[in-house]
């Protein structure tokens, strides 16, 4: 699916299997802005499988600029049993540097809410670091923080031992 914006230098495109050397480039990207690369344990075989494989778990696409990748996203869908149906799950949403502001972060944004409409979603979420100014941004379209609820987070290095509990 290719969707073009208003401005026609902009495309925003769904990701395909020969993209994910650029996503790992991308995840990579991201997580040095928000000075978590030392947590990146992604390799082009593992997103390969998880997003590519018999059973894809996450969806990306990407923002072009004049042909150039400028932003991805990644997401996948979730469920509440509250709303009784699926929800979509922004895991990231990132611009290089030098193409921010120019309404990349906003088109993908906007992208994502009208899959999410387009797919009978119940609800979008996602979680901002603190300090992220991207809040403001958030904000402004209506969303905002959920009060009273905490994210709690197990890795793998923490199964075996709290299978054995």
């Given amino acids: 699916m290719t969707v073009s914006e208003n401005n026609s230098n902009l495309n925003i495109r769904i990701a395909e299997k020969e993209d994910v050397p650029l996503i790992?480039?991308?995840?990579?990207?991201?997580?040095?802005?928000?000075?978590?690369?030392?947590?990146?344990?992604?390799?082009?075989?593992?997103?390969?499988?998880?997003?590519?494989?018999?059973?894809?778990?996450?969806?990306?696409?990407?923002?072009?600029?004049?042909?150039v990748p400028a932003?991805?996203?990644?997401?996948?869908?979730?469920?509440?049993?509250?709303?009784?149906?699926?929800?979509?799950?922004?895991?990231?949403?990132?611009?290089?540097?030098?193409?921010?502001?120019?309404?990349?972060?906003?088109?993908?944004?906007?992208?994502?809410?009208?899959?999410?409409?387009?797919?009978n979603c119940g609800r979008v979420e996602w979680v901002v670091l603190d300090w992220n100014p991207a809040r403001e941004f958030y904000e402004y379209f209506g969303a905002g923080p959920v009060e009273g609820w905490h994210i709690y987070r197990m890795g793998e290095d923490k199964f075996t031992s709290a299978l054995e509990k």
């Fill in 24 to 67: 790992l480039e991308f995840i990579k990207g991201i997580a040095e802005f928000e000075k978590l690369s030392h947590l990146v344990e992604a390799t082009e075989e593992t997103l390969m499988e998880s997003m590519f494989g018999e059973r894809p778990y996450a969806e990306v696409f990407f923002a072009e600029l004049d042909g």
């Fill in 71 to 119: 932003g991805f996203t990644v997401f996948f869908h979730n469920f509440s049993t509250f709303v009784g149906k699926q929800g979509l799950y922004i895991e990231d949403i990132y611009v290089k540097p030098e193409f921010r502001g120019k309404g990349l972060g906003k088109a993908m944004f906007l992208n994502c809410i009208k899959l999410a409409k387009e797919r």
